[in-house]
């Protein structure tokens, strides 16, 4: 049972470099979620998903977009990558109890 | 604003020292609060979740407990394979949405 798989695990970008961090789950969860964790800041909401089309800010929305079309995908597409966007992505699937599930992370490096 | 704080930053035991967390919360409505271990490298792995004061959960060395602006995990003898960062996080007015804490670095010693 994969879980939530997010790709790649590790990018280099160049400032003002678009690219796409994948995400998937194959729990049927109707939830998902895009947290970012930096040092000492713990992980923060980028966006959210309540069901295929559905989606809606978090706390750190700027310089991100995001669709839902099917379940089981939730793409976080990074549109002028900024060495302030350099941190480590998590995606999440979400029961509806609350429990969320998460990937292994993208390290992301903005030069 | 809802906030969620974590403390110590960093805990250091020796193996078989009880010792506790805190995370203290403020904020509306509160659907849930969750815990989380993170190992290094890893994406957080979800332990406990507590609904209303009063409750509490176990697992293994692990214990959880909630009141109305506070929660405690609580380490009891713990051992090496317990050192991670701890994560508290609430949810307030969805599912999809968790805020967490800074974390409690733990590090335990043979």
């Known amino acids: 049972n994969a879980g939530v798989t997010q790709t790649p695990k590790f990018q280099v970008l160049k400032t003002g470099q678009s690219m796409t961090l994948q995400c998937a789950q194959d729990m049927n969860h109707e939830y998902m979620s895009w947290y970012r964790q930096d040092p000492g800041m713990g992980l923060r909401l980028i966006h959210y998903?309540?069901?295929?089309?559905?989606?809606d800010q978090g706390e750190v929305p700027n310089g991100y977009n995001v669709s839902r079309s099917t379940t089981e995908d939730f793409p976080l597409r990074l549109l002028s990558a900024a060495p302030s966007q350099t941190s480590v992505y998590f995606c999440?699937?979400?029961?509806?109890?609350?429990?969320?599930?998460f990937g292994q992370g993208t390290r992301l490096t903005v030069v | 604003e809802d906030q969620v704080t974590q403390s110590p930053e960093a805990l250091r035991l020796q193996e078989g020292e009880s010792s506790s967390l805190n995370c203290s919360y403020t904020?509306?409505?509160?659907?849930?609060l969750f815990w989380y271990r993170q190992d290094p490298g890893k994406g957080p792995e979800f332990l406990f979740t507590l609904y209303s004061a009063g409750e509490e959960k176990e697992k293994e060395r692990l214990k959880a407990t909630l009141t109305k602006k506070e929660s405690f995990l609580h380490i009891t003898a713990p051992k090496p394979e317990d050192s991670a960062t701890y994560l508290c996080?609430?949810?307030?007015?969805?599912?999809?949405?968790?805020?967490f804490g800074a974390g409690t670095q733990v590090v335990v010693t043979p």
């Open positions: 996080a609430v949810q307030a007015d969805s599912w999809g949405k968790l805020q």
């Open positions: 999440a699937s979400t029961l509806r109890t609350g429990e969320a599930f």
């Open positions: 904020v509306s409505g509160l659907r849930g």
């Open positions: 998903s309540v069901g295929a089309g559905i989606t």
